[in-house]
């Protein structure tokens, strides 16, 4: 069985408030080793993946994280030097900066990973997203035994927990609310739901059930002539009548459905709600929550904020209580079925308040990380008055730099007070050789914080002193 639990194996406990780990006192363990793979990210992403590693974890990565960064997680995780192993395939067509499937079958490289793998102990799997590339790897690196990975994934059931279509359907007949909306198997069927929305000043949402991932077809929003763009869509299209709407969903279907072989899912869109976030790990015994919190979207589409901030208008406000018992209810289903290991759901807020929720993750999501990183940081017995608020895509001249400014300024993560921004991800590049050694890592200058305060003021005033002090220094910059 997979054990993508706390970095050391500890259960963790679930906080209705939206609070991280706080594993029960127990002896520690010698854990067996782990195949930890970032594939299905970017690199900078991918990258984030070792915050799960343990000492004698195998860590495959698209390049070498830089050498500061390593450190940290070091410092933090308590783990020794040159711990863990990071395996970096052959740049592929992609170059260095995705796990395509080409780079996890290079035989040099699988070659080697099996005898770093069999030296180490390795006898069980973590990954983004357990595809078909990664199994083949899996098998090919020894890992075929029982415990190597788990029953469900090992038939490809990844793919089908995160069919978006197969989440309405298990929402849905569990009584878990979505948002207004229509699985279809055709253009014509889509026209019929979404024109309605248009003509009515709405807006609608088109999905891919299964997106080809990291670049393929992704949400579009369609909106009546002179509609706004959304948050949730990095492509808006503006629709002046029912024809025009039916020519463009009949041009697109083939990129919607993957040249028909999955459906596709249009949903009433929903513009100003606030958008939710929790995440589980999903055990043979139970389903723990790990956090939930509120994905940003305004005035900007960055952070998450655990727990969810109160909300301005308390009539609207989300009953978060139903909101964490709706989705517990979505990973009994998903236990069940037989699934093993992380997953999370998206959910809007609806003008009255109402709950929706759109979006299953079945595995690593850009956020899980975060959960390790506050139980490293903040301890066993994380205190449930701690707020955190991550920031990506922060400027920054360099990693060093911009951990040194933090030093200097006292923003600096505290461990005795638990307070203060702790830098968790560094964007990079792909590089040429291991960051440990001499011009390993290739910064791009921008990466990713998570503030830690006593209450979401405190963790708000951290967040903007530190945007504050590395924007002058990278703004300084030569």
Known sequence: MITPGAPDGRRAAAYPNGQLWRP??????????????????????????????????????????????????????ALPAGEPRI??????????????????????????LRKLAGGRGVDRLLAVRHDAAVLRLAREA????????????????????????????????????????????????????????????RAALVRPARPALPAGAADELIVPV?????????????????????????????????????????????YDGERLRIEFLVEAGAVTVLYHGRLRTTPIRNGLVIPPPPTADAAKAPDLGAFVAHATRVMEVVRALGYRGYAGLDAVVGPDGDVLFRTLHGGVTDTTHLAVVARYAIGEDCPPARVLISRDRVPWPSFATAQALLDRSGLAFDPD???????????????????????GGSP???????????????????????????????SSAV
Not at 27 to 46: C, E, F, H, W
Not at 89 to 109: K, T, Y
Not at 417 to 439: H, I, K
Request: glycine share 16%; hydrophobic share 40%; net charge negative.
């Open 226 to 270: 002179g509609g706004p763009p959304g948050a949730d869509a990095d492509t808006t299209i503006a629709v002046a009548d029912r024809e025009t709407l039916g020519e463009y969903l009949a041009k697109s279907w083939e990129r919607y459905s993957r040249d028909g072989a999955f459906p596709v899912v249009v949903e009433h869109y929903t």
């Open 24 to 77: 029960r006192p127990a002896a520690r363990l010698k854990l067996m080793s782990r195949l930890v793979i970032g594939n299905r990210s970017s690199g900078a992403q991918a990258h984030r993946m070792v915050w799960f590693a343990r000492e004698g974890d195998v860590v495959v990565l698209p390049s070498y994280p830089t050498g500061e960064f390593l450190d940290l997680l070091r410092r933090l995780a």
């Open 142 to 201: 020894g890992l075929d035994g029982p415990r190597g990975v788990p029953a469900f994934l090992a038939q490809h059931g990844g793919g089908l927990v995160g069919d978006l279509a197969v989440f309405r359907a298990l929402a849905s007949g569990n009584a878990v609310p979505v948002p207004e909306g229509r699985v279809c198997t055709g253009p014509r069927e889509a026209e019929e739901f979404v024109w309605p929305l248009l003509a009515g000043g």
């Open 444 to 474: 791009v200058p921008s990466g990713q914080f998570l503030a830690v305060g006593r209450d979401h003021a405190h963790a708000g005033e951290l967040e903007a002193g530190a945007l504050a002090a590395l924007d002058r220094t990278s």
């Open 87 to 112: 395996a970096v395939p052959p740049a592929g067509r992609q170059g260095a900066e995705s796990l395509d499937d080409g780079r996890l079958a290079v035989p040099g490289f699988v070659g080697e």
């Open 417 to 439: 007070t638990r307070t203060g921004v702790l830098l968790t991800g560094d964007d990079l590049s792909g590089s040429a050789g291991p960051a440990d050694g001499p011009g």
